[in-house]
């Protein structure tokens, strides 16, 4: 997820707290000692927010965990991580064709998946 897509997922879980707790922007401001423009920034995601800004925030909006506000960690495509994995051991394409480097993550992920029926 890229940085603007964690602002804007953080400044949604904001609005949506706020808006179920029935607080204005202004509320909610007071209660973290912001501008009403500032939660207004957050909640459209054009304001990057600073970590004592999340606790406050998640306090004032009734969290127990400030990891509540925050979007879920992204899943790393498994071609990125083969990718990774080849070029720490300096293979490359150049060492591995296309159809190698296929079968090989064809493999890794046959490898990774849970087996059914087993328990």
Do not use: C, W
């Amino acid at each position: 997820m890229a940085g603007d897509a964690l602002y804007r997922a953080f400044g949604s879980a904001v609005s949506t707290r706020r808006k179920a707790l029935d607080l204005t922007q202004a509320d909610l401001a007071g209660k973290v000692n912001m501008s009403r423009a500032s939660i207004a920034n957050i909640e459209s995601g054009r304001q990057n927010v600073l970590l004592h800004h999340a606790y406050a925030l998640a306090a004032a909006l009734d969290f127990a965990k400030v990891s509540e506000l925050l979007p879920p960690m992204p899943q790393k495509p498994l071609g990125e991580e083969l990718k990774m994995t080849l070029s720490n051991q300096t293979l490359s394409r150049k060492t591995l064709s296309q159809d190698a480097e296929a079968q090989v993550a064809d493999l890794i992920s046959s490898a990774l998946q849970p087996r059914r029926g087993k328990s």
